[in-house]
């Protein structure tokens, strides 16, 4: 069975940092691309970031360019989101997903990935 769970969420102030981490059991970590995406309230469930399976290909909505990095340790079988220059506007509950075919490149499309996490909140204050 497999389990992905995110942590790392929680309170900020505007311009503060946060690292998420996504913890996947259950299957071979390291072949799969993995992805960030995140609902606000009332808002569609948005994509953030994803990476592929060896770290070499990344891709990054605008909206977070230049202020998120995505990463990933295979040996841990952990993905990370590194949330630098935080805004109010990035609040909202950070989703990890695992795609469900080995060796693709990272993609921005939810219905490429198979696995979710339940969600981490993010919450950014003004």
């Known amino acids: 069975q497999v389990q992905v769970v995110e942590s790392g969420g929680g309170l900020v102030q505007a311009g503060g940092s946060l690292r998420l981490s996504c913890a996947v059991s259950?299957?071979?970590?390291?072949?799969?691309?993995m992805g960030w995406f995140r609902q606000a309230p009332g808002k569609e469930r948005e994509f953030i970031a994803a990476i592929n399976w060896n770290s070499r290909s990344t891709t990054y909505a605008d909206s977070v360019k230049g202020r998120f990095t995505i990463s990933r340790d295979n040996a841990k079988n952990t993905m990370y989101l590194q949330m630098n220059s935080l805004k109010p506007e990035d609040t909202a509950v950070y989703y990890c997903?695992?795609?469900?075919?080995?060796?693709?490149?990272?993609?921005?499309?939810?219905?490429?990935?198979?696995?979710w996490g339940q969600g981490t909140q993010v919450t950014v204050s003004s």
């Open positions: 259950g299957r071979t970590f390291g072949i799969y691309a």
């Open positions: 997903a695992a795609d469900r075919t080995p060796f693709l490149p990272p993609s921005g499309r939810g219905n490429q990935y198979d696995y």
